[in-house]
């Protein structure tokens, strides 16, 4: 029908026009034409970026509108012109859009009068890139052809390859290239093979121990900050993802294993200058019992007044450590400097190097402890209660000690993971523990799967290690969070990569089960 | 012949309502006794005290001559006393076999310390857990479908899993909550059968609330009825079915038999269903 091809290119059209000018509000159009340059290798870290680059991020953008405004070959009745025409509606209107904003800010500008005032994103460089470096109206013009010719050719191109079939072909033959290589069947033959298991990990081992060595501090830094996060995510999976009690303040146990390994190495406050691997230790205890005694109270209820609860913790510590109360004490909000590195017989590595080791080292303890919990009895116990409190205490697990286990856990991890991270920066304040730590590692663990020890590793690296590499995103990682969780939640409410239960039916089932011991 | 659960003038209010009131019950070892009454008449009310999800305001329940009211539900279920649900309640996001492991939770000892290193403890009680779990798998008549999540399976087969599950624990009183809701005739007698094959091969006391009378007459040793809370009849089947007080007090004036009231109301429930 024409009419339905007009209206999906009227709703594109005003969805996309409205996409145009959000980005233009909030920023975004210097951020993603800075990112096209940056890929040009064009630095642009001090003025707006070229037209051109903005140019080409609108015919991006456009082309994904375009494509979204062709119809779906279903019925025969859709033609190129149907296609052609919703793309050009499309194209027509959310061009009006951005050549309505570029007219009205073209003219603020032109009277000189400065947006920012109340748009703080939208600075005279950003609007002046958005016209083009065109006048008002010969810029708003420009921008509407632009983009009602990119919409449109894309949406003709899009009903193109649909139409003849290119896509499928192409994903089904990608699909095919990639399945060659896919975990299912890389994982099938390996464990036919026991030498190709041993060639794996030899492999892997052999690229972790080289590669801190060859992408200098830099990516040491950043991968150093991921392995963290990993830690943290693992921690918090325990009591989030298994045991399925919703902790919101996580970063108060961060921070008290952050603060104690800080007060026993460093010597400012204290001057105790305790050894590395003690601290780090006692930090890890120290935030296992803090969990312990925060479960004490309120694990035997159920519902989220552990998420309420721990949320007022992680505020009261973060608070009690920037206050003048405990200054003499933690040095309040100046918070504490040299903080020691590791040691290992007399001999200090504090080098970003042997650092990313020791993160490496910790990731894999910790994993491989989480994967060892995962399936156990006690996991099962968790999961259990996580799924139906009532019939778990009625097959007989004692939820509140199973609950209280998982929080202890958990908050050693995050004791373990502050220790880190505050010996790797040799300094830790309050501000390094605000609850944006805690919905980051909330975020990454829902995003990449709840439950999920992969999920986790993926979700720490979208989440934190993306965002540090697009720096120029910086400002926008909250509403990217914000829209990620949402479209999580609509799509793939488990995650990315959702767990799965393991097969255990006819593990050991036949003869061997005997000699195996 | 001992006395394997006892309720001695057991009451449970909720507010001012007596949900359960004065209940004297008293369920031989090995046998199979059923709770009938109407709905609301406090049959479920009475299985959540037994099993320690209430805790009654008077009287006593006596497990094995041992006292229980009060208890922690996961303390109750560690003696021996494993239940199943009127509505269904599996681990839905479990697999089948995961879920009678969950229900060998009180059997075995190995804790998470054990299975980080693990230790010899852990490993011998996994390769135990499993097999268990496959041995109660086939006696449910679900080998082959152990690693399929419990809410996938057909509703006949996620019930005969419930049971399962509860076998798990190894108990001595299985209490079962409407094992027939919801079937038809043929999976009824099915599991009427497997009802009495526990009991005959497990050595297992079965205590049931049934609302199917053709069920609860043919397989119980001994028939309790409840309504609003109070009991008014016991006794063999032969008893109850000829109790006039049951009948007219409870059932309506107009019917003659237990029998034939419950049978035509769960045809025609049936009927209109299908």
Redesign the interface.
């Known amino acids: 029908m024409r009419t339905s091809a007009i209206n999906n290119g009227l709703r594109s059209g005003v969805i996309f026009g409205v996409i145009i000018a959000a980005m233009f509000l909030i920023g975004f159009t210097v951020t993603g034409a800075g990112l096209i340059g940056k890929i040009f290798g064009v630095s642009s870290s001090y003025s707006a970026p070229a037209p051109a680059f903005f140019a080409i991020f609108i015919i991006l953008i456009s082309a994904w509108a375009g494509a979204s405004a062709a119809p779906r070959p279903i019925a025969e009745a859709d033609t190129l012109r149907q296609a052609l025409s919703g793309g050009l509606i499309a194209g027509v209107v959310s061009g009006l859009f951005a050549a309505v904003l570029g007219l009205i800010f073209g003219g603020l500008l032109a009277n000189q009068i400065d947006p920012r005032a109340y748009l703080p994103a939208v600075s005279p460089d950003s609007i002046k890139m958005f016209l083009l470096n065109q006048s008002s109206l010969m810029g708003s013009v420009l921008l509407f052809a632009l983009i009602a010719a990119s919409v449109s050719a894309s949406a003709g191109l899009a009903f193109f390859l649909r139409n003849s079939g290119w896509v499928e072909n192409k994903s089904k033959q990608t699909f095919n290239a990639l399945s060659g290589i896919l975990p299912a069947e890389r994982a099938a033959s390996l464990s036919r093979n026991p030498y190709a298991r041993y060639a794996f990990w030899a492999l892997s081992a052999a690229a972790l121990i080289i590669l801190p060595r060859a992408w200098g501090g830099y990516w040491n830094y950043v991968l150093g900050t991921v392995g963290i996060y990993i830690i943290l995510g693992l921690g918090l999976n325990i009591i989030t993802g298994w045991a399925g009690q919703l902790v919101i303040g996580y970063v108060a146990f961060f921070a008290i294993g952050a603060y104690t390994f800080a007060l026993l190495t460093a010597p400012e406050p204290h001057h105790l200058m305790w050894n590395f691997w003690i601290a780090l230790a006692l930090g890890t205890l120290t935030a296992g019992i803090a969990g312990l005694l925060i479960g004490l109270p309120i694990l035997n209820l159920r519902g989220d007044y552990l998420a309420i609860v721990t949320l007022g913790f992680a505020e009261i510590i973060r608070i009690l450590l920037k206050s003048d109360l405990l200054t003499e004490f933690t040095t309040g909000p100046r918070g504490i400097r040299d903080i020691a590195g590791p040691t290992l017989f007399g001999q200090s590595f504090v080098s970003d190097v042997d650092f990313m080791y020791l993160i490496i080292i910790a990731v894999f303890i910790v994993t491989f402890?989480a994967y060892?919990?995962q399936n156990?009895?006690?996991?099962?116990?968790w999961?259990?209660i996580n799924?139906?409190e009532?019939?778990?205490?009625?097959?007989?697990?004692?939820?509140f000690v199973s609950k209280l286990?998982a929080l202890t856990?958990s908050a050693a991890i995050a004791g373990l993971a502050g220790a880190l991270y505050a010996s790797r920066n040799q300094f830790t304040g309050p501000d390094d523990h605000v609850l944006m730590v805690s919905v980051n590692v909330l975020c990454l663990v829902i995003v990449g799967g709840i439950g999920n020890i992969p999920g986790i590793f993926l979700g720490a690296f979208a989440l934190k290690g993306l965002p540090e590499v697009l720096r120029e995103t910086e400002n926008y990682r909250l509403l990217i969070f914000g829209a990620l969780l949402v479209v999580m939640m609509r799509l793939r409410p488990e995650g990315f990569l959702p767990a799965r239960?393991?097969?255990?039916?006819?593990?050991?089932?036949p003869s061997p089960?005997g000699k195996e011991? | 012949m001992s006395a394997c659960i006892e309720t001695k003038k057991v009451s449970k209010l909720f507010g001012g309502l007596t949900a359960v009131n004065e209940v004297n019950l008293v369920v031989p070892e090995h046998a199979i006794a059923s709770i009938i009454g109407p709905n609301g008449a406090g049959k479920t009310t009475l299985f959540n005290c037994i099993?320690?999800?209430y805790v009654p305001e008077m009287g006593e329940i006596l497990f094995y001559n041992a006292p229980i009211q009060g208890q922690?539900?996961?303390a109750v279920?560690?003696m021996g006393i494993?239940?199943t649900?009127q509505n269904i309640?599996l681990?839905?996001?479990?697999?089948?076999?995961?879920n009678i492991?969950?229900?060998q939770?009180?059997r075995?000892k190995?804790?998470?310390i054990?299975?980080?290193l693990?230790t010899r403890r852990?490993?011998?009680?996994?390769?135990e857990?499993?097999?268990e779990?496959?041995r109660l798998?086939k006696f449910v008549e679900l080998?082959?479908l152990?690693?399929h999540?419990a809410r996938n399976l057909p509703y006949g087969a996620q019930r005969r899993l419930e049971i399962a599950?509860a076998l798990a624990?190894q108990p001595r009183l299985l209490l079962l909550d409407e094992p027939t809701a919801g079937m038809n005739p043929q999976e009824t007698e099915k599991m009427t059968r497997f009802i009495r094959n526990l009991r005959d091969e497990l050595g297992i006391t079965i205590l049931l609330i049934e609302h199917d009378m053709n069920v609860v007459m043919g397989i119980s040793d001994q028939i309790t009825v409840l309504d609003y809370g109070t009991k008014i009849a016991e006794g063999k089947p032969k008893d109850i079915q000829t109790n006039q007080r049951v009948i007219e007090a409870y059932l309506g004036p107009d019917v003659t038999s237990l029998t034939q009231k419950y049978q035509t109301r769960k045809k025609r429930r049936y009927d209109a269903k299908s």
Not at chain 1, 501 to 509: M, V
Not at chain 2, 91 to 98: H, Q, S, V, Y
Not at chain 2, 122 to 127: L, S
């Open positions: 402890a060892r919990l156990s009895r006690t996991g099962k116990a999961f259990a799924l139906d009532t019939v778990a205490r009625a097959t007989g697990i004692n939820a286990l856990l239960r393991p097969a255990l039916e006819n593990r050991d089932a089960s011991a | 099993s320690g999800y922690p539900t996961y279920a560690g494993a239940r649900y309640r681990f839905g996001e479990m697999t089948a076999i995961e492991m969950v229900g939770y009180p075995f190995a804790g998470w054990d299975a980080l693990s852990e490993r011998n009680e996994e390769r857990a499993i097999a779990g496959r798998l080998d082959g152990g690693d999540l599950r624990s």
